[in-house]
């Protein structure tokens, strides 16, 4: 007989707490996302959205509960009873293995598209320069830019330096890519072409969690939502059960302004 067994989830998030001095941010938030998965996360400003992201690569320190990549707890171990948190050198390992792309590009201003690329690879991982570039000439190309490898962020378009940056986090082979917000800068007739290489991603099976306004394209994408408000995550589901039949009454009236 053939039993079916549930994967792992590659993320773990449990009763996750978090404070700005007496701004408690993070309320117990409870989140898995399976491997492969696409898991947007919706939610008005204010919500958490961006801080959970950050807490998931210890951008942002908890104050209680856990967070795990895998079978391994991200910046803390446990010891006894209580989290102590890991030294650098460990968080950077960890770190390794999440890609992440935020609202603004981030990009060396005074490095090429393809040398910001390959930053990563050289500097934290010691990948020898010729096949770094080798790697990131084809990122990029993956990315429509592989007539813009030798071009300056100045030169590019706001969408081109995002695109850039998502291949510059790409370059790392991360098995998780974090996602905050990627088009909120962007001027609109630029949005676009962000997404499309994000939905060529999703395609792939890499895991993503992404932050958005972009309704359409948690509706297309995204293989789970979750609707998060006031540091907590109010509803889960697929991109039918919440975007169209909400449950929560906070869901409802947030989604009846957006849609």
């Not at 099976?205 to 408000?229: K, N, Q």
Request: charged share 25%.
């Amino acid at each position: 007989m053939t039993t079916s067994t549930t994967p792992s989830p590659l993320v773990r998030a449990e009763a996750v707490h978090k404070y700005f001095g007496d701004h408690h941010v993070l309320k117990g938030v409870d989140l898995d996302i399976a491997p492969g998965e696409v898991l947007c996360l919706l939610g008005p400003s204010g919500s958490g959205k961006s801080t959970f992201l950050r807490c998931i690569n210890h951008l942002e320190t908890i104050h209680s509960g856990q967070i795990w990549l895998g079978d391994e707890t991200i910046g803390y171990r446990l010891q006894g009873t209580r989290l102590v948190e890991r030294p650098e050198r460990e968080i950077i390992r960890q770190r390794r293995s999440m890609g992440m792309v935020f609202q603004r590009f981030n990009l060396f201003p005074h490095r090429t598209a393809l040398e910001n690329v390959i930053e990563g690879p050289v500097q934290v991982k010691g990948e020898n320069s010729r096949s770094a570039k080798e790697r990131g000439t084809l990122l990029l190309e993956r990315v429509g830019l592989g007539d813009k490898l030798h071009a300056y962020p100045r030169q590019l378009s706001g969408g081109q330096q995002q695109r850039v940056a998502i291949a510059r986090a790409l370059a790392m082979e991360p098995e998780l890519m974090l996602f905050d917000e990627p088009t909120s800068a962007l001027d609109p007739e630029l949005v676009g072409e962000v997404l499309t290489v994000m939905k060529d991603l999703a395609a792939t099976g890499l895991t993503m969690i992404v932050v958005t306004h972009e309704i359409g394209f948690a509706r297309e994408v995204a293989d789970r939502v979750a609707f998060m408000d006031g540091g907590r995550i109010v509803e889960t589901g697929t991109p039918a059960e919440v975007l169209d039949a909400p449950r929560h009454d906070r869901t409802k009236a947030f989604l009846s302004r957006v849609l």
